[in-house]
């Protein structure tokens, strides 16, 4: 089953309610896959399994360049702050919109374009590509217990250490593209970095007063290029997979995979699963 979780209330994150009481956002994804749950137990669908949950399309602007979104940062934090919600709320695949960003006017009306890209429209990377690419969360279960979570870029011994105490809180043996889970005891304050093969997540502050997750983004390479995905003039809300781009989604059983054809040169970039 599959749902577009998305949240248009300006500044609004993951974490954040719906707008209405019919509105499905990240946030409340869980009750969706609870209702698919309670028809697969009842008979009610066809055929008989369980189905897997597919957030199909996740996005938030960033400032640069829409002067009304949310910082780079902010961005990059909601964009790895976002796999974990929907992961905890049932979510098996996130697809985010888009790779790149749309052409910016700021006399467009809102969403008109969309400024949602990990790259900027020249190519230059934003700070949430490591956030796709690598996502690190810390979660404060309690006044004495954080969970760390995250999904490994490559395969090997994955460490975590705070570099406030500058100990090592945890070492786990991933696979590439494995989400990882633990728990680890802090009653007070903390600076979490995640690494891999050296590959190494940004460091962020954990503090023991907060109750929301704080976010830890990964350093991961650049991938081979970007498919531009653009809105079509004859569409009128979402965005389009851009004929001229010669785009091709495959679902694949590893996840999303998506393939540009450009002058006979292939590039490809993954999606998380």
Same mark, same amino acid.
């Given at each position: 089953?599959?749902?577009?979780? $998305?949240?248009?209330?300006?500044?609004?994150?993951?974490?954040?309610?719906?707008?209405?009481?019919?509105?499905?956002?990240?946030? !409340?994804?869980?009750?969706?896959?609870?209702? %698919? =749950?309670?028809?697969?137990?009842?008979?009610? #669908?066809?055929?008989?399994?369980?189905?897997?949950?597919?957030?199909?399309?996740?996005?938030?602007?960033? !400032?640069?360049?829409? &002067? *009304?979104?949310?910082?780079?940062?902010?961005?990059?934090? /909601?964009?790895?702050?976002?796999?974990?919600?929907?992961?905890?709320?049932?979510?098996?695949?996130?697809? +985010?919109?888009?790779?790149?960003?749309?052409?910016?006017?700021?006399?467009?009306?809102? @969403?008109?374009?969309?400024?949602?890209?990990?790259?900027?429209?020249?190519?230059?990377? *934003?700070?949430?590509?490591?956030?796709?690419?690598?996502? +690190?969360?810390?979660?404060? *279960?309690?006044?004495?217990? %954080?969970?760390?979570?995250?999904?490994?870029? &490559?395969?090997? &011994?994955?460490? $975590?250490?705070?570099?406030?105490?500058?100990?090592?809180?945890?070492?786990?043996?991933?696979?590439?593209?494995?989400? +990882? *889970?633990? &728990?680890?005891?802090?009653?007070?304050?903390?600076?979490?970095?995640?690494?891999?093969?050296?590959?190494?997540? /940004?460091?962020?502050? /954990?503090?023991?007063?907060?109750?929301?997750?704080?976010?830890?983004?990964?350093?991961?390479?650049?991938?081979?290029?970007?498919?531009?995905?653009?809105?079509?003039?004859?569409?009128?809300?979402?965005?389009?997979?851009? =004929?001229?781009?010669?785009?091709?989604?495959?679902? @694949?059983?590893?996840?999303?995979?998506?393939? #540009?054809?450009?002058?006979?040169?292939?590039? %490809?970039?993954?999606?998380? =699963?």
């Amino acid at each position: 089953f599959s749902h577009h979780p $998305i949240n248009a209330v300006a500044g609004a994150g993951p974490t954040s309610p719906p707008p209405g009481p019919d509105d499905g956002v990240p946030s !409340n994804f869980r009750d969706l896959t609870e209702i %698919v =749950r309670k028809a697969e137990k009842a008979g009610t #669908v066809e055929p008989p399994g369980k189905r897997f949950g597919w957030a199909t399309e996740v996005w938030y602007e960033s !400032n640069p360049p829409e &002067e *009304k979104a949310v910082s780079l940062k902010k961005q990059a934090q /909601f964009q790895q702050e976002v796999q974990y919600v929907l992961w905890k709320g049932g979510a098996e695949t996130v697809i +985010f919109l888009q790779l790149r960003d749309s052409p910016y006017d700021p006399a467009d009306a809102a @969403l008109f374009t969309f400024q949602t890209g990990v790259y900027f429209l020249d190519g230059e990377t *934003k700070p949430s590509l490591r956030a796709v690419q690598f996502p +690190f969360v810390a979660d404060r *279960k309690s006044n004495g217990e %954080v969970v760390l979570w995250g999904k490994s870029p &490559e395969k090997g &011994e994955l460490k $975590i250490t705070d570099k406030v105490s500058n100990g090592e809180v945890a070492k786990l043996e991933v696979d590439a593209g494995e989400v +990882f *889970k633990t &728990e680890v005891e802090l009653s007070g304050k903390a600076e979490f970095e995640a690494s891999v093969n050296g590959e190494k997540s /940004f460091s962020g502050r /954990f503090s023991g007063a907060s109750s929301r997750p704080q976010l830890e983004l990964g350093a991961v390479s650049d991938p081979a290029g970007s498919c531009r995905l653009d809105r079509d003039p004859g569409e009128a809300s979402w965005g389009q997979i851009s =004929r001229s781009t010669a785009c091709l989604v495959d679902e @694949l059983a590893a996840g999303i995979e998506l393939v #540009v054809d450009r002058g006979g040169r292939r590039q %490809v970039s993954s999606g998380s =699963r």
